[in-house]
């Protein structure tokens, strides 16, 4: 099983404003996708935490129709109506939950949320990360990575710049 992780950040590191809003991100070059749907064709499964589900659970359509969706939460309790049988609520420890996951045949998750993709940094669990800079300073908000144990090793696999300006790394653990 593979764990990938494909997100943006603002040149100083952050994922979102401190209330969670992604109103920085570039929405004016409808005609590029950075890579990103070759990169979800890959995946076959959605893990992310509940700040994130929060987010993303008001955006229409759904933007994960046709793939597996979990949401590790000990707090949300039940899926919200408008999105019973699109996704699943997890709450066990996240070693657990992962090797769950592959013992269903999971192949390729695509992780998102700070905190989760920091847990799983920690546990050794990422295998690529493709990052994407936004040229934009926000100043605060939420961190993409948190506090780890130790170094993080990671291989540099390729760096590519868009006419936009967003600057995309590739890299594998």
């Known amino acids: 099983m593979k764990i990938s992780v494909f997100i943006a950040t603002s040149l100083d590191g952050f994922i979102a404003r401190e209330n969670g809003a992604l109103d920085w991100l570039p929405s004016d070059t409808p005609d590029e996708d950075y890579g990103y749907n070759d990169f979800f064709s890959s995946v076959d499964t959605m893990l992310m935490g509940r700040k994130s589900f929060e987010v993303v ?9 046709g793939k ?8 949300l309790k039940e899926v919200p109506a408008e999105l019973v049988g699109k996704l699943e609520i997890r709450s066990e420890p996240l070693p657990t939950l992962i090797k769950q996951l592959e013992s269903d045949g999971v192949q390729h ?3 998102d949320g700070g905190q989760i993709i920091t847990a799983l940094l920690e546990l050794g669990l990422v ?3 493709i990052l994407t800079r936004v040229p934009v300073l926000l100043g605060s908000g939420i961190p993409l990575f ?8 990671l291989k540099h696999i390729q760096t590519k710049v868009f006419n936009s300006g967003l600057v995309q790394s590739h890299y594998l653990r």
């Open 127 to 129: 295998d690529q990360l």
């Open 68 to 75: 597996r969706v979990v949401v590790c939460s000990r707090t």
């Open 146 to 153: 948190g506090r780890l144990g130790a170094d993080v090793k």
């Open 57 to 65: 659970q008001g955006f229409s359509p759904f933007p994960y129709e």
């Open 109 to 111: 998750i695509y992780a």
